[in-house]
């Protein structure tokens, strides 16, 4: 004992003191150790929290039997199943065929297939009920056959075909078929009523016992057929032996017997009961007060209890125990903080209410330790035989304190100088273990401020005046370790203060620190993770990198072989040897709930909560249990398609959505997904478990692996992949291309081939028109026009008309000069076009004496000498006028030649009163001419000059007559388009 009390004298206030620990202490019970259970309601989004029915298939998918139809349940998501058509909603009595097809029955004459996500009324169950009015009893489905119970007939059917009767009960039996179950191994088919079990043996009745009456719910366990009465106050039957109800169970509604493995559970309306099937007795219930349907175990190992009325439970292992205090209601809390081992071996729990439990390792109560502060128990620690709490002390297995009026803060230590280290909410500091008196402290006491504490004038040396969070003692280096609210600090008895810090310079914000059997310090970070401390510098540092769950470490224990961790998401277990972390609380379903502390001995593991305190072996934390995961649908643009094997898609199958399931019901979907699409991007990506499905909309072509896993913990499943090609456009194929190619070059060879005829003909072209151009020369200088015009000019000399003939010769001469110099010119001036016409016409008048005129005319105010036409082209015309028109008509001869505009075209018009075109061919035939060389030359010219350039040359001929179609000449018009 730390010090001497008072004298304890009763009096009415002491009196009423001890009578309120007495309550405590009897009002105290342990409702025994109980397994860890978990409600599963509509928070967790289950539809219906009325449940008849549970079934687990072979894929591990779980199903529930509702009064609102089929669910199912895969750990994350629940699904209601569509009816095709039913009569009524509620659904039990879940079955699976050999085939894997789900079979379910209602409560109004229908079974039910599972096809295609939808339930589909059986056609052979119908005709049974309907067509030979008989009300569905009960149902069972064995090596691909199908039994069915009526109220007075039993029918047994392949899937597909015609029902057979197997027996039917004589008029005379009063009672009517209840319930029915099918050994594979025997072969049997075991069938009751209110006072028989007939046993059937490939269709044939081999055997009817007498039992007693009542409403029997058969069961098989281990071969044996078992029953229990849905009723009140009857023994259940497991073979040959009748197993008495406990107190607990009189007066009760006994729903059923479940076959559960290797055990053998009742299912009432008070609780669940696992039967003793070696000594033929019920054991301890649990889940009081709920009304229990069935109970099933799923591939994990968990086990899922429904109710009537309060949803689904899950059970991950019977091994977690759970203690469930029952304190009268003024003293109870669910929440409790702080759990260890006292030196006696019993357990100290602490609760947020100012109270520590001590219970034995049976999960007997012992005794209740009340502080008499409604506060939360912030540390429990002991010294020799002494509980040390917040609070104050006490001598264990004595609930009276021993200690009044004082606060210790969040953690204390003893030391080995007789002191205690204690961390306060303003201060870290030493006090005698006595409380009374000065610590002992080798430096000299100036070193560090001392004060008084506590009711009893404590003296308490204190290191640093700053808000502690949690301390320890060095028992190697013998040195003291505080954590405070802005950083690590140490001390040794020479007074000499450390600050310890992150190699990166940053604080440590410690919450707790442990000390390993080689003299390293651990302590557990707010920020940044679990640092490892040698000589008061950091080696090691775990945190999320490794694995670690969060970096905000909350509370931590150490063993010989791990640290123990929890922090603000999960509990994690370090490996020291093998430095590595692992997911302590995969086995565990205690997501969402809050631990507050942990304890570890040689074997257990504790945990303190806000929902309750359990424990368990670690071995349980060792194993591993990895999701069952695989891909569900394939889709491409819309429509399912198979992928078992590598796909070939075309360039527009590219909107891709890839359905997946996870099957994991002990993490309660604390998973994600990681994927990536290699080719498009190799960067993993991450999803939480609720999603069910990755879409990728317009895939460029390319070959594609899509890889997905799932990560639980620190652990991967193996990755799934699937592998599909969407191929390129045909026009970016290589085949295509290759053609392509091909077809290119043939074509640019055509082209060349094309360019190179063309550049051919239109050389040629040219070449005929440049030859055109001589050739109009040559109609313009012809032999006949040169010879006229010299014997013209010889004639004026002869008649001694020397004048006249030097004028006839010089314009002859000009005509010469201006046709020599258009001869290389594909084009001239108006202008000098007209002029040179107008040179000619001067000169042929000369040979016609005075009956011939002409008259050339041009537009008004437009500058000739600006607009160009093609050379050559007007004079032939205006030859062949006089040559073939005036030469041969009697009487006066009149020429017109006028140019105009009409509409952005020059319009050229060559008018005669000649004989017209018909009577000089007449003549050209008599003389033997064919049509002049010049009519020709101009023809092929203006076809060359139409084909070589840009201009259009249209040429109208007019044969002028009268009324009495005689004719009056010719008239030609030449169209050439204006130019810039």
């Given at each position: 004992?730390?010090f001497?009390?008072?004298?304890?004298?009763?009096n009415s206030?002491?009196?009423a003191?001890?009578?309120?620990?007495?309550?405590?202490f009897?009002?105290?019970?342990?409702?025994?150790?109980?397994?860890?259970?978990?409600?599963i309601?509509?928070?967790?989004?289950?539809?219906?929290?009325?449940?008849?029915?549970?079934?687990?298939?072979?894929?591990?998918?779980?199903y529930?039997?509702?009064?609102k139809?089929?669910?199912?349940?895969?750990g994350?998501n629940?699904?209601?199943?569509?009816?095709?058509?039913?009569l009524?909603?509620?659904?039990n009595?879940i079955?699976?065929?050999?085939?894997?097809?789900?079979?379910?029955?209602?409560?109004?004459?229908?079974?039910?297939?599972?096809k295609?996500?939808?339930?589909?009324?059986n056609?052979?169950?119908?005709?049974?009920?309907?067509?030979?009015?008989?009300?569905?009893?009960?149902?069972?489905?064995?090596?691909?056959?199908?039994?069915?119970?009526?109220?007075?007939?039993?029918?047994?059917f392949?899937?597909?075909?015609?029902?057979?009767?197997?027996?039917?009960?004589?008029?005379?039996?009063?009672?009517?078929?209840?319930s029915m179950?099918?050994?594979?191994?025997?072969?049997k088919?075991?069938?009751?009523?209110?006072?028989?079990?007939?046993?059937f043996l490939?269709d044939?009745?081999?055997?009817?016992?007498e039992?007693?009456?009542?409403?029997?719910?058969?069961?098989?366990?281990?071969?044996?057929?078992?029953?229990?009465?849905?009723?009140?106050?009857?023994d259940?039957v497991?073979?040959d032996?009748?197993?008495?109800?406990?107190?607990?169970?009189?007066?009760?509604?006994?729903?059923?017997?479940?076959?559960?493995?290797?055990?053998l559970?009742?299912?009432?309306?008070?609780g669940l009961y696992?039967?003793?099937?070696?000594?033929?007795?019920?054991?301890?219930?649990?889940?009081?007060?709920?009304?229990?349907?069935?109970i099933?175990?799923?591939?994990?190992g968990?086990?899922?209890?429904?109710?009537?009325?309060?949803?689904?439970?899950?059970?991950?292992?019977?091994?977690?125990?759970?203690?469930?205090?029952?304190?009268?209601?003024?003293?109870?809390?669910?929440?409790?903080?702080?759990?260890?081992?006292?030196p006696?071996?019993?357990?100290?729990?602490?609760?947020?209410?100012?109270?520590?439990?001590?219970?034995n390792?049976?999960g007997?109560?012992?005794?209740?330790?009340?502080?008499?502060?409604?506060?939360?128990?912030?540390?429990?620690?002991?010294?020799?035989?002494?509980?040390?709490?917040?609070?104050?002390?006490f001598?264990?297995?004595?609930?009276?304190?021993?200690t009044?009026n004082?606060?210790?803060?969040?953690?204390?230590?003893?030391?080995?100088?007789g002191?205690?280290?204690?961390?306060?909410s303003?201060?870290?500091?030493l006090?005698?273990?006595?409380?009374?008196?000065m610590?002992?402290?080798?430096?000299?006491l100036?070193?560090y401020?001392?004060?008084?504490?506590?009711k009893?004038d404590?003296?308490?040396?204190?290191?640093?005046?700053k808000?502690?969070?949690?301390?320890?003692?060095d028992r190697?280096e013998?040195?003291?370790?505080?954590?405070?609210?802005?950083?690590?600090?140490?001390?040794?008895?020479?007074?000499?203060?450390?600050?310890?810090k992150?190699?990166?310079?940053k604080?440590?914000?410690?919450?707790?620190?442990?000390?390993?059997?080689?003299?390293?310090?651990w302590?557990?970070?707010?920020?940044?993770?679990?640092?490892?401390?040698?000589?008061?510098?950091?080696?090691?540092?775990?945190?999320?990198?490794?694995g670690?769950?969060?970096?905000n470490c909350?509370?931590?224990?150490?063993?010989?072989?791990?640290?123990?961790?929890?922090?603000?998401n999960?509990?994690?277990?370090?490996?020291l040897?093998?430095?590595k972390?692992?997911?302590?609380?995969?086995?565990?379903?205690?997501?969402?709930?809050?631990?507050?502390?942990?304890?570890?001995?040689?074997?257990?593991?504790?945990?303190?909560?806000?929902?309750?305190?359990?424990?368990?072996?670690?071995?349980?934390?060792?194993?591993?249990?990895?999701p069952?995961?695989?891909?569900?649908?394939?889709?491409?643009?819309g429509?399912?398609?198979?992928?078992?094997?590598?796909l070939?898609l075309?360039?527009?199958?590219?909107?891709i959505?890839?359905?997946?399931?996870?099957?994991?019901?002990?993490?309660?979907?604390d998973?994600?997904?990681?994927?990536?699409?290699k080719?498009?991007?190799?960067?993993?990506?991450s999803?939480?478990?609720k999603?069910?499905?990755?879409?990728?909309?317009?895939?460029?072509?390319?070959?594609y692996?899509?890889?997905?896993?799932?990560?639980i913990?620190?652990?991967?499943?193996?990755?799934?992949?699937?592998?599909?090609?969407i191929n390129?456009?045909?026009?970016?194929?290589?085949?295509?291309m290759?053609?392509s190619?091909?077809?290119?070059?043939?074509?640019?060879?055509?082209?060349?081939?094309?360019?190179?005829?063309?550049?051919?003909?239109?050389?040629?072209?040219?070449?005929?028109?440049a030859?055109?151009q001589?050739?109009?020369?040559?109609?313009?200088?012809?032999?006949?026009?040169?010879f006229?015009?010299?014997?013209?000019?010889?004639?004026?000399?002869?008649?001694?008309q020397?004048?006249?003939?030097?004028?006839?010769l010089g314009?002859?001469s000009?005509?010469?000069?201006k046709?020599?110099?258009?001869s290389?010119?594909?084009?001239?001036?108006?202008e000098?076009?007209?002029?040179?016409?107008?040179?000619?016409v001067?000169?042929?008048k000369?040979?016609?004496?005075?009956?011939?005129e002409y008259?050339?005319?041009?537009?008004?105010?437009?500058?000739?000498?600006?607009?160009?036409?093609?050379s050559?082209i007007?004079?032939?015309?205006?030859?062949?006028?006089?040559?073939?028109?005036?030469?041969?008509?009697?009487?006066?001869?009149?020429?017109?030649?006028?140019?105009e505009i009409?509409?952005?075209?020059?319009?050229?018009?060559?008018?005669?009163?000649?004989?017209g075109?018909?009577?000089?061919?007449?003549?050209?035939?008599?003389?033997?001419?064919?049509?002049?060389?010049?009519?020709k030359?101009?023809?092929?010219?203006?076809?060359?000059?139409?084909?070589?350039?840009d201009?259009t040359?249209?040429?109208?001929?007019?044969?002028k007559?009268?009324?009495?179609?005689?004719?009056?000449g010719?008239r030609i018009k030449?169209?050439?388009?204006?130019?810039?």
């Amino acid at each position: 004992m730390f010090f001497t009390l008072p004298n304890f004298e009763l009096n009415s206030k002491k009196i009423a003191t001890f009578l309120v620990v007495a309550f405590l202490f009897l009002g105290l019970s342990l409702q025994a150790q109980q397994p860890l259970t978990r409600k599963i309601s509509f928070l967790e989004g289950l539809p219906s929290e009325v449940i008849y029915d549970l079934f687990v298939a072979s894929d591990g998918l779980l199903y529930l039997g509702t009064d609102k139809g089929l669910i199912t349940y895969d750990g994350v998501n629940f699904k209601q199943i569509k009816y095709k058509d039913n009569l009524g909603n509620a659904i039990n009595s879940i079955q699976q065929d050999r085939d894997g097809v789900i079979w379910c029955k209602n409560f109004a004459n229908q079974l039910f297939t599972l096809k295609n996500e939808l339930l589909e009324e059986n056609a052979v169950a119908k005709s049974i009920f309907h067509k030979q009015g008989e009300n569905f009893v009960d149902y069972v489905i064995s090596n691909g056959k199908v039994w069915i119970i009526t109220q007075n007939k039993i029918f047994t059917f392949y899937r597909g075909q015609h029902p057979k009767l197997v027996y039917s009960l004589q008029k005379n039996e009063a009672d009517g078929f209840l319930s029915m179950v099918y050994d594979n191994h025997l072969r049997k088919l075991y069938v009751s009523t209110a006072s028989r079990i007939l046993t059937f043996l490939d269709d044939k009745l081999i055997d009817l016992s007498e039992e007693k009456n009542g409403f029997k719910i058969l069961e098989l366990f281990r071969g044996q057929v078992c029953y229990n009465h849905r009723s009140m106050n009857y023994d259940c039957v497991v073979g040959d032996r009748k197993i008495e109800l406990t107190d607990d169970l009189k007066n009760i509604f006994l729903n059923r017997l479940s076959s559960v493995g290797n055990s053998l559970w009742l299912c009432s309306n008070n609780g669940l009961y696992e039967i003793d099937v070696a000594n033929f007795k019920f054991k301890e219930g649990f889940l009081k007060e709920k009304r229990i349907t069935d109970i099933v175990k799923d591939h994990e190992g968990n086990s899922w209890i429904s109710t009537l009325d309060e949803g689904l439970y899950l059970m991950p292992n019977k091994e977690i125990k759970s203690f469930n205090f029952d304190l009268a209601k003024e003293y109870s809390n669910k929440n409790y903080t702080r759990i260890t081992k006292g030196p006696n071996g019993n357990y100290f729990i602490g609760t947020s209410n100012g109270k520590i439990i001590e219970i034995n390792t049976k999960g007997e109560k012992v005794l209740v330790y009340n502080t008499q502060s409604d506060n939360t128990i912030e540390f429990v620690s002991f010294s020799g035989n002494q509980l040390l709490t917040t609070y104050g002390f006490f001598t264990i297995g004595n609930p009276t304190m021993i200690t009044k009026n004082i606060y210790l803060g969040k953690g204390i230590v003893e030391d080995d100088q007789g002191n205690f280290l204690f961390a306060n909410s303003n201060f870290a500091g030493l006090i005698a273990k006595s409380l009374n008196g000065m610590p002992n402290f080798e430096k000299p006491l100036s070193k560090y401020k001392m004060i008084s504490y506590g009711k009893y004038d404590n003296q308490v040396l204190t290191f640093r005046d700053k808000r502690a969070k949690c301390v320890l003692f060095d028992r190697y280096e013998r040195k003291y370790y505080v954590a405070y609210i802005d950083g690590l600090y140490v001390y040794d008895n020479l007074g000499n203060e450390i600050v310890i810090k992150l190699p990166d310079n940053k604080e440590i914000i410690a919450s707790e620190m442990v000390q390993d059997a080689e003299g390293s310090v651990w302590i557990s970070t707010l920020q940044n993770g679990v640092v490892k401390i040698q000589n008061e510098r950091v080696v090691q540092r775990i945190t999320t990198k490794n694995g670690l769950s969060s970096n905000n470490c909350r509370r931590m224990e150490i063993d010989e072989k791990s640290l123990w961790i929890v922090t603000d998401n999960g509990f994690d277990l370090f490996d020291l040897k093998a430095r590595k972390v692992k997911n302590a609380a995969l086995n565990l379903c205690i997501k969402g709930i809050t631990i507050n502390d942990v304890f570890v001995d040689n074997k257990t593991v504790g945990l303190a909560t806000n929902q309750g305190v359990y424990y368990f072996d670690k071995d349980i934390v060792e194993d591993e249990n990895l999701p069952q995961f695989d891909f569900t649908g394939f889709f491409v643009n819309g429509k399912k398609l198979p992928y078992n094997q590598d796909l070939v898609l075309t360039h527009d199958q590219n909107n891709i959505n890839i359905k997946f399931s996870t099957i994991h019901f002990k993490s309660l979907g604390d998973y994600t997904y990681e994927y990536r699409l290699k080719t498009y991007d190799d960067t993993w990506y991450s999803q939480p478990s609720k999603t069910n499905n990755i879409n990728y909309l317009a895939l460029n072509p390319g070959k594609y692996k899509f890889e997905i896993r799932v990560k639980i913990g620190d652990n991967y499943t193996n990755t799934r992949e699937i592998n599909f090609i969407i191929n390129k456009p045909f026009w970016l194929q290589y085949w295509f291309m290759g053609l392509s190619f091909l077809g290119l070059l043939a074509l640019l060879l055509l082209v060349y081939r094309w360019a190179e005829i063309k550049t051919k003909k239109s050389q040629e072209l040219r070449e005929q028109l440049a030859l055109s151009q001589l050739t109009a020369l040559r109609s313009q200088m012809n032999p006949h026009f040169m010879f006229n015009v010299l014997n013209a000019v010889q004639g004026l000399i002869y008649s001694n008309q020397k004048n006249r003939a030097t004028d006839y010769l010089g314009k002859f001469s000009d005509l010469m000069r201006k046709i020599l110099d258009s001869s290389d010119k594909n084009e001239v001036t108006i202008e000098k076009e007209f002029e040179t016409i107008d040179l000619y016409v001067s000169l042929e008048k000369a040979r016609f004496e005075d009956d011939f005129e002409y008259k050339i005319s041009f537009p008004e105010n437009v500058d000739l000498s600006q607009h160009t036409i093609p050379s050559m082209i007007i004079q032939p015309f205006v030859e062949n006028a006089i040559k073939h028109g005036l030469m041969h008509k009697e009487g006066p001869k009149r020429l017109e030649i006028k140019a105009e505009i009409l509409n952005d075209i020059w319009c050229f018009t060559i008018d005669d009163n000649g004989i017209g075109r018909k009577a000089s061919e007449v003549i050209n035939q008599k003389i033997k001419k064919h049509i002049s060389f010049a009519t020709k030359a101009i023809e092929n010219r203006v076809k060359l000059i139409n084909k070589t350039t840009d201009v259009t040359i249209d040429i109208e001929t007019i044969d002028k007559k009268s009324k009495l179609e005689e004719p009056l000449g010719t008239r030609i018009k030449i169209y050439i388009p204006i130019t810039e």
